[in-house]
């Protein structure tokens, strides 16, 4: 680089300035050749298309719940009884480790609609059946490292830091919802 | 070689502490920095860089494809519709894919004539083109792999009408087709070995390319007069003098790559390949990729089935023992008067193979086959040979310096001693 015959006064910042658009272009550029490269790892049109779940309701008695698939994760569907939404509504809230009201987590009193994974490492807890543990508050209980959810799916008892999520969903008729 | 830390002359701490106990840095340095190199390239000593970057560029896209792509009969060619419409940019990473081995066999073709030309083959280089040409028959095997993957019908009855010629091999035959088949037709086991072996063969290219490059490493490059560097004064460092030539070259091929990928994407495909796969039904009219077209042409010059193999396979086999056939001592065509025209007359036959190759084998295509065929290996068997003794070549020039300087004057002891390499 001592080759430069103008010397130091006007060669070097002359230079200094090609390295450093030379430099911002090879930046760009590099990025413009890795977007698609991870843009094509991400979920693609087809996964995406697959994003919404339709559940019928009519068949799913009091005390009973259904477990059905939405985007590859399952997801709680539960017709509570009386006495389970009076459990979940006698608790306060803000006494809860992710205090929440039951009243914000349902659209109707009755139907609980959950994403049935464990927040604290992805677990799926039992529950959903009548034979399953369902915990010491009537809920889920995650069998990998002792979760206790309750008839609203909050947590607890146990390490998960928060309650089960709820999916975006919506009644499309009194006996249907739409998840997603 | 003395035990213990490596003497350094990195002054970065970081990069010391590194090149002390294992001298990469070194190594880039003395391999790609300064690096003496013959100053007379032509852009014609572009074209293994390039080759470089298109297997990079191959290796990188064909890992993503992977990602999407699924080894099965029944799956394959709806996997590849699916990277073409819904996965992210998958249209692109396919086409840059497709269009790679185009470039990749152009890039490759323009290097092999290079190093035709200009007598890059011959003594000490022997070895190092022998390596190109393993190189080379790799990219055959891997791109005729790769072209069966998305199961169209092109995919299956090439694989068919390929993996056939080995069939023509007498007692053996059989046994290694059905090796190559693991079973009785082209089907499901060999889509399978076929995708495994696609996805292991670019790493083995990578090896031999490695090797390829020691190689060049000892011996020098070779240069358009064919004449050794006879001292400091006939070479340049290769960097920044050769990365910045080869990165003009670079751009270049970037945009030719991308007017095909952008706006041409199929165009040296063939459409049939987007009919899937049918094992009853044979298109009417089946071709290889174009890259294989001069092979072909020739395979089926031959009225009878184990010369035609025997013929398309010494067509390439022939590359190996060309250091050996070629006896003129001279390297650089320019300097040779008779076996310029003779080996011009040799890539025009060439390209006439590729020509003829995508025409149907029948009337006046087969008699230009033949004629190209017979002269193709005429000039490797009979006319190289011959004029190795025949030949009265030009004077060469004293030095590389002579023709670029006008004539310089030469350092005293310069003449006789060749460049040391270390």
Redesign the interface.
């Known amino acids: 680089m001592a080759d430069t015959t103008q010397a130091a006064t006007d060669g070097a910042p002359r230079r200094d300035f090609l390295m450093l658009v030379t430099g911002a272009f090879a930046a760009v550029g590099v990025g413009a050749i890795a977007w698609p490269f991870i843009a094509s790892l991400q979920p693609a049109k087809d996964t995406l298309a697959l994003a919404s779940t339709d559940v019928d309701l009519a068949p799913i008695a009091e005390g009973q719940a259904v477990t059905v698939m939405w985007r590859g994760k399952p997801v709680f569907v539960r017709n509570r009884t009386a006495k389970e939404i009076e459990e979940a509504r006698a608790v306060p809230a803000n006494s809860l480790p992710d205090p929440a009201s039951d009243q914000s987590r349902v659209q109707k009193d009755q139907w609980l609609v959950l994403i049935g994974i464990c927040t604290h490492l992805g677990c799926v807890p039992t529950g959903q059946k009548a034979t399953d543990a369902r915990g010491e508050f009537g809920g889920w209980f995650c069998p990998c490292h002792g979760s206790h959810y309750d008839t609203s799916g909050r947590i607890r008892k146990g390490p998960a830091p928060r309650n089960l999520d709820v999916p975006q969903y919506a009644f499309t008729s009194d006996t249907k919802i739409k998840i997603g | 070689m003395s035990i213990g830390l490596h003497n350094s002359e990195f002054k970065n701490p970081v990069v010391r502490w590194i090149d002390q106990r294992m001298p990469v840095f070194t190594m880039m340095q003395k391999e790609y920095g300064t690096f003496p190199t013959p100053k007379n390239f032509n852009y014609f000593w572009n074209f293994g860089a390039l080759a470089m970057v298109t297997l990079l560029i191959m290796i990188?896209t064909g890992i993503?494809l992977s990602?999407?792509y699924a080894a099965h009969t029944s799956l394959a060619f709806d996997s590849v519709e699916?990277i073409m419409?819904?996965?992210?940019?998958?249209w692109?990473?396919r086409y840059i894919h497709m269009n790679g081995a185009s470039m990749f066999f152009i890039v490759v073709y323009i290097h092999i004539f290079r190093g035709m030309y200009y007598g890059s083959y011959k003594a000490p280089r022997e070895l190092l083109w022998m390596l190109g040409v393993v190189i080379f028959l790799l990219m055959m095997a891997t791109a005729f792999m790769g072209y069966v993957l998305p199961w169209g019908q092109m995919s299956f009855w090439g694989a068919t009408v390929i993996t056939n010629l080995f069939s023509a091999f007498p007692v053996v035959g059989n046994f290694i087709v059905e090796l190559l088949w693991g079973g009785f037709s082209v089907d499901n086991p060999t889509l399978n070995r076929f995708f495994s072996l696609h996805y292991l063969l670019p790493f083995v290219i990578f090896g031999v390319v490695f090797l390829h490059v020691a190689a060049l490493h000892i011996t020098g490059s070779n240069n358009p007069l064919g004449i050794e560097p006879k001292g400091p004064q006939d070479t340049l460092p290769f960097h920044p003098y050769y990365t910045a030539k080869d990165s003009v070259g670079l751009v270049v091929y970037f945009i030719v790559f991308a007017v095909l990928v952008f706006f041409a994407p199929n165009y040296l495909g063939h459409p049939d390949n987007y009919i899937p796969a049918n094992p009853l039904v044979t298109p009417p009219h089946i071709v290889p990729e174009w890259y294989f077209l001069p092979y072909y042409a020739i395979l089926r010059a031959v009225p009878d089935k184990l010369g035609g193999v025997l013929l398309m396979f010494g067509s390439i086999l022939v590359w190996f023992v060309l250091p050996w056939l070629d006896r003129s001592p001279v390297r650089s065509m320019r300097f040779r008067p008779l076996a310029r025209p003779f080996f011009l007359l040799w890539t025009v036959c060439f390209l006439v193979l590729l020509w003829v190759g995508a025409k149907p084998a029948e009337g006046h295509y087969v008699l230009i086959a033949r004629i190209a065929t017979a002269y193709y290996f005429a000039y490797f068997l009979v006319i190289l040979p011959l004029l190795g003794r025949l030949e009265r070549p030009l004077p060469l020039p004293e030095s590389i310096s002579r023709p670029v300087l006008g004539g310089g004057p030469l350092p005293a002891g310069a003449a006789a001693k060749p460049m040391e390499k270390a």
């Open positions: 990188a993503f990602m999407n699916r419409r819904d996965v992210n940019f998958g692109l990473i």
